[in-house]
């Protein structure tokens, strides 16, 4: 299992090996081409911004100052892309249906607000000062009223989850609420042996990250499909992607410089946190225990555990586990009937991997 354990080591020649999907591209029934899986996606999502501003429609000025400031379009948009391309998926799959249905644009908002009012509540957590290139809610606002317009947009996600009036749906996406606020819980705590610590991460890996997209696809699935093997291959799909994801947002904390990411780098290691990288990295360098255990809190530890993984595979390691779960998706999404929406959630897993 990808889960349960501490992941055995690769080999490198085994590293450099690609999926089928890297060169494909997605044709419409127009005949239209598109080489980009983000196009493709973003047909079903125009005025996804807009929209969700009015779903925010708030009296006091502030608040709804507060609650637009990262609908903003700076974000990646990736969970509500990974939605609508799952959403006609399934429903070709299914019926051969080349439409949206409303309800599955509308879990594309609700993913996106769940995530971001997440995204709030996580920088007051971090005392973060930087995100997407900007200043946090909670720098600008400071800390007590960024917890109440993370609060508002959930309580908007909320509101337009129940107007879907689906209660399958409902108990789906409420699922992410709890796995999100426990996956932070898990975050906060430390173990002590190394294959505990592993399963610890790779657990509050799939509950912060991968379970909203993992039960986003499979809310759409339902609402598209009647057959439980789809939503099983929706939700298994947005898992493996999801830790995937993941796992590369890691390794990137290793290798990106700040500009590229929007916030500062090495970030993991200041806020105490044993990612990927830095497990590996501990196997091949067993004195970085001790600092993992006090989680980096003494002066110099943070440069030493970077310059300890940078000298390790640990980075090389995670990206290879990362490919596996990419490969693991591919293979579910794989039995759905072909389509471009399915090639494009194909190639969405490759850009996973390689983004910078
Ligand atoms: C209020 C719903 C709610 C939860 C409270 C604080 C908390 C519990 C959970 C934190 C969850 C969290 C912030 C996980 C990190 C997920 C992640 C990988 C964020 C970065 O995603 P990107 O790169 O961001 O897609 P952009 O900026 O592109 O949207």
């Not at 925010?56 to 903003?72: G, H, Q, R, V």
Request: glycine fraction near 6%; charge should be neutral.
């Amino acid at each position: 299992s990808l889960t349960s354990a501490f992941p055995n080591r690769y080999s490198m020649s085994r590293f450099h090996h690609s999926t089928s999907a890297s060169c494909c591209h997605s044709r419409t029934q127009s005949g239209e081409q598109y080489s980009d899986p983000f196009k493709l996606g973003w047909r079903d999502l125009t005025g996804l911004y807009e929209d969700i501003r009015k779903e925010l429609l708030i009296s006091t000025t502030e608040l709804k100052e507060m609650s637009e400031y990262y609908f903003d379009g700076k974000g990646k948009a990736f969970r509500p892309i990974i939605v609508v391309l799952m959403a006609r998926a399934c429903n070709i799959h299914h019926n051969n249906s080349r439409d949206v249905q409303a309800s599955q644009r509308s879990i594309a908002l609700i993913a996106e607000m769940i995530h971001t009012a997440s995204l709030v509540h996580d920088d007051v957590i971090d005392d973060a000062s930087s995100r997407r290139g900007k200043h946090t809610v909670n720098k600008i606002w400071g800390e007590k009223k960024a917890v109440l317009a993370g609060d508002l947009i959930l309580s908007a996600a909320s509101i337009a989850l129940a107007r879907i009036g689906n209660t399958t749906v409902i108990s789906i996406l409420t699922q992410v609420i709890e796995d999100l606020v426990r996956g932070e819980f898990l975050q906060l705590g430390s173990k002590e042996n190394e294959t505990e610590r592993f399963a610890h991460y790779l657990e509050k890996t799939f509950k912060k990250t991968a379970s909203l997209i993992a039960n986003s696809c499979k809310a759409v699935s339902v609402l598209g499909c009647p057959d439980p093997v789809v939503h099983e291959i929706a939700y298994q799909y947005g898992k493996n992607v999801g830790i995937a994801f993941q796992l590369i947002d890691d390794v990137l904390d290793f290798t990106s410089c700040s500009d590229q990411m929007g916030k500062p780098t090495s970030a993991d290691l200041k806020l105490g946190l044993a990612t990927g990288p830095v497990l590996f990295a501990c196997q091949q360098f067993p004195e970085m225990n001790a600092m993992i255990m006090r989680r980096f809190s003494l002066p110099g530890d943070v440069d030493r555990a970077r310059q300890y993984v940078l000298q390790s595979d640990g980075v090389q390691q995670t990206t290879y586990l990362a490919q596996r779960y990419c490969h693991e998706a591919i293979r579910e999404i794989s039995k759905l009937r072909p389509s471009p929406e399915r090639d494009a959630l194909i190639q969405l897993s490759e850009i996973v991997l390689t983004r910078e």
